[in-house]
Every structure is written in structure tokens, then in C-alpha cells.
């Protein structure tokens, strides 16, 4: 879909929306109508239903999805991991192989290495950042490469333009998760990713109250994961359609503070003797930031760090700050902050997570829209008194 808007700005405000406005309703109301009245479709994909992710509240959030990545189509699904796991399992069948960076989101970790391999898919994991690694575990039956834009909780950027090329020279789908950047700072598809995947849990819904998922791309593929999920049932509801639509208007603001509050407090934390570690990939200390400088308008709200002390003192410092809330998910406008080690890779085998460079102690924190000099003196108080 190629929208009349440029920026992407006025896409989240405008690209998608039904004109003439419905009865004068300046905001989209909420279809919640499971069935519509029989308008003489002859394909059962094209039949009005909730399942088969085709209400208004759908429609418009595929048009606005597809605008602001400047891709063909897209499609909503229940969850991050809805999208995910329809999406691999479309260009997956058995006998098929992948490739898969060895960083990844724990949900998805679990569902390749376990539910994969008793499908009859198997996978081998490449390191992101080495792309002269990753000829030689090419299969013949290698179909998709599958990477992360920034990487959890060490916020690594792998090579992510030698993957799309990559992809292309080995007639592999590419597919990148694109939650952490969000899609106002990386746009994969610019650089010739096939598919880009949220959880829409996070940053683009960005107000902590529903969980969705999105795959963005090309139309053609767009549409065999929509037919995937008809199949699988992993609809979004239309209220919680409305939702992402409403949360997703703010995105730009939301994630232009986000950026600048997260790369002071960055840079704060660099100056502190206590805090031995940060992982920001807007730091110039970051082994990521050159490749991250080159892709990205803005490095995200993801900050790891690790403080003297470890794991016990990591949760003495979480239990003094008055603004973070201890929880995990991340991308809303409140401050979270929380262990890895305990939350997202409690499953992972200690000696393998320490291995990957995850200590006991990491710090994750999700920056908010809280006041940024608020958060810091909040940050300084609780490390004053380790
Ligand atoms: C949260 C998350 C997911 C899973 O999304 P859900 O909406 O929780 O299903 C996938 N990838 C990344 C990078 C995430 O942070």
C-alpha cells in the first residue's frame, strides 16, 4: 500500500481511516459484531466474521500498519506471539530449516527449539553480528532467516542489512522482530526485509492494557498468513483493535521522548562508579552503535544495566526507586524495570544465560514519558544507598 502521506506522523493520524467518517464519529467506533450481514462474498476467507480478521477496526489498523513501514499490507493477530508463530509456521513445513539468531525473545526461543522440532522443523542459530558465520549452516532445505532489530536484555543490533542480503542471495524469507526500535526509528522493509513483526504489546500500543501482534510485508505473503490465521483462530478482538488503534495515534510522541529520556539517562548511568555495565545502543560505547547509527532515527526506551554487587544488590536498588514499577513487558508510558535472570530467561539454563552474557544481576529497565530529571533523581537516591 503506498500512502498519499510521507511522514510518519501524519500516517498514525490519518493513513487507513474510513472517509466519510462513520455517522460524523471523529474517532473510529468499535465494531464489536461478530458476523456482518451476507454481502455475496464467494470465498470463505472474505466472509465477514471476527476470526477472519476483516471488521473495520481491522481493516483500518492493516492500512495504518502497512503505511507507517512503508510496506504492501499487514494483519493483526492476538498477540506478539500469534504473529510470530503463524507467521513461521506459513513458510515452514516439515523438512524445512532455519536459521535464527542465537538472542531472542524467550517466547520465541521456546516455540522454535520445542515446538518446531516436533513439527519436523529443524533450525541451527547464527550469530547476528557475524555474517561471514552463516553460509556454511545454510541447508538445502533452508527457507527463512529469522533475526531481532535489537536483541534482549543486552540491546545488541546484529548485522541487520547483511541478513535481508543475505536472505535474497539464498532465496530465504526474511523475517526481523521489529518491537524494540518500534517502527518510527527502523523501518525493515526500506531495507529489504520481507516481514517485520511486533508485539504490538509494546511500544505501538504503548498503554500496558492489551496485547496484540502484527506480521507487516509484502501482500503476497501478508495473505498466506492471513489465511494461516483464519485457520489457527489467533484474531484480535475489535475492542482490543480499538485500543491498539487509539495507542497507536501517540506512537511518534511518544517514542521521539522515549528515545531522548533513555539516551540521558544512558549516559547518566555511565557516569555512575557503581554501575559497571549499560547496555544502550545509543552509547557510543556500545558495540552496536555503529550499525545502529547507520539503521536507526532513535535507539528505543531499552536500557540494561549492571550495577557492583550482583543479583542482591540489583534487587535492593529495584526495591528503592519510587517511579519504576517492577514488572516485566516494556514499551508503555510507565517506567518498568525488572531482573531478566528471574523474568524473561528465568527458563534458560543459568550456566547457558551467563554464557550469552546475561548475569544474575542485569538490570532491564523500560524507560516511560515520566519526567526525565525525575527518573534520574530517583535512580541516584536508590544507588546512593547500596
Ligand atoms: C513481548 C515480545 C514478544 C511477544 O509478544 P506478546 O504480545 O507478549 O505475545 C515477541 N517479541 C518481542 C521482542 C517481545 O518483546
Known amino acids: 500500500m503506498s500512502s498519499k502521506y510521507k511522514s510518519i506522523e501524519t500516517k498514525l493520524i490519518k493513513a487507513g481511516e474510513i472517509e466519510p467518517k462513520i455517522l460524523g464519529a471523529v474517532s473510529l467506533p468499535v465494531f464489536q459484531s461478530s458476523t456482518f450481514v451476507y454481502g455475496g462474498e464467494d470465498n470463505y476467507h ?4 471476527i476470526r477472519l480478521n476483516n471488521t473495520p477496526n481491522h481493516h483500518v489498523l492493516h492500512e495504518k500498519l502497512a503505511a507507517i513501514e512503508n510496506a504492501e499490507a499487514a494483519i493483526v493477530a492476538a498477540s506478539g506471539m500469534a504473529a510470530i508463530s503463524t507467521t513461521l509456521l506459513t513458510f515452514l513445513e516439515k523438512g524445512d530449516h532455519l536459521l535464527v539468531q542465537d538472542t531472542l525473545y524467550g517466547g520465541t526461543h521456546d516455540f522454535i527449539t520445542k515446538d518446531l ?4 522443523i529443524s533450525y541451527d542459530f547464527i550469530d547476528p553480528a557475524n555474517p561471514q558465520q552463516w553460509a556454511k549452516k545454510l541447508k538445502p532445505d533452508t527457507k527463512v ?3 531481532e532489530s535489537i536483541s534482549n536484555p543486552l540491546m545488541q543490533v546484529g548485522d541487520l542489512k547483511a541478513a535481508a542480503k543475505f536472505a535474497k542471495e539464498h532465496n530465504l524469507i526474511s523475517m526481523i522482530d521489529n518491537t524494540f526500535p518500534s517502527p518510527v526509528n527502523f523501518r525493515p522493509i526500506e531495507h529489504g526485509y520481507d516481514l517485520s513483526l511486533h508485539s504490538c504489546t509494546k511500544y505501538l500500543n504503548g498503554h500496558t492494557d492489551i496485547v496484540a501482534g502484527a506480521a507487516i510485508g509484502k501482500a503476497e505473503l501478508v495473505e498466506k498468513i492471513r489465511k494461516k490465521l483464519n485457520h489457527f483462530g489467533g484474531t484480535l478482538d475489535p475492542h482490543a483493535c480499538f485500543l491498539l488503534h487509539r495507542g497507536m495515534k501517540t506512537l511518534s510522541v511518544r517514542i521521539k521522548y522515549q528515545n531522548e529520556s533513555a539516551l540521558k539517562i544512558a549516559k547518566f548511568f555511565e557516569q555512575q562508579s557503581g554501575v559497571i555495565k549499560v547496555n544502550y545502543p545509543g552509547l557510543e560505547s556500545s558495540p552496536s552503535h555503529k550499525r545502529a547509527k547507520e539503521l536507526f532515527s532513535g535507539y528505543s526506551g531499552m536500557i540494561s544495566i549492571e550495577i557492583e554487587g550482583g543479583k542482591e544488590a540489583s534487587e535492593k536498588f529495584i526495591s528503592l526507586l519510587a517511579i519504576p514499577i517492577c514488572a516485566p513487558s516494556l514499551g508503555g508510558v510507565e517506567t518498568l524495570i525488572t531482573l531478566p535472570s528471574t523474568t524473561s530467561h528465568a527458563g534458560m539454563d543459568p550456566e547457558e544465560r551467563r554464557k550469552i552474557g546475561i548475569s544474575d544481576g542485569l538490570i532491564r529497565i523500560s524507560i516511560g514519558i515520566e519526567d526525565t530529571e525525575d527518573l534520574i ?10
Open 46 to 49: 472474505d466472509v465477514r466474521y
Open 117 to 120: 522440532p516436533a513439527l519436523g
Open 145 to 147: 532467516i529469522y533475526v
Open 377 to 386: 533523581a530517583d535512580f541516584k537516591q536508590a544507588l546512593s544507598k547500596l
